[in-house]
């Protein structure tokens, strides 16, 4: 437990201000940058074994607790929580930070937005690895909903 508890006191928490709101981070590392984007209720801390494993073979390890989650802003208008807020929140990050791509992990409903990501901003991410949750590409001719009951 403690061996546990020394190496959790590695990962550094900072905020970070991002596209109109306030970003609690988890990162530790060096080198190239995986991005991990949690799940639903999740934070950052979903992460951390990932972070401590990854970190030490050589990896950048950043971990956000996104829009309306833990340590981060939660803006009280559900329309700021769309694909694309978050996928502004992500590029004001890796722009705070000074980083051109990442590799992008995201589970869950993290899944979803790490695609939204990937549609938005091709040009940051170098790879996608999604867990949880199949890719649902979108269909403008029905509402979302409704195609996922119609395929359940």
């Known amino acids: ?20 709101i306030n970003m609690h981070i988890a990162s530790i590392g060096t080198g190239p940058v995986i991005l991990f984007l949690h799940g639903f209720p999740e934070l950052w801390y979903s ?6 494993s990854l970190s030490s073979l050589g990896y950048r390890c950043i971990a956000p607790d996104l829009r309306g989650h833990g340590d981060t802003d939660a803006p009280p208008s559900s329309a700021t929580y769309s694909g694309i807020h978050i996928a502004g929140d992500l590029v004001g990050l890796l722009d705070h930070l000074g980083i051109d791509q990442v590799f992008l992990v995201g589970h869950d409903w993290g899944a979803m937005m790490a695609w939204n990501f990937c549609w938005f901003r091709p040009d940051r991410v170098k790879a996608l ?24």
């Open 1 to 20: 437990m403690r061996d546990e508890r020394s190496k959790m006191e590695k990962i550094e928490h900072t905020t970070v201000p991002t596209n109109g």
């Open 47 to 52: 992460w951390r074994n990932q972070l401590l």
């Open 129 to 152: 690895v999604t867990l949880s949750v199949p890719f649902f590409p979108r269909n403008p001719t029905i509402k979302f909903v409704d195609g996922l009951r119609a395929s359940l």
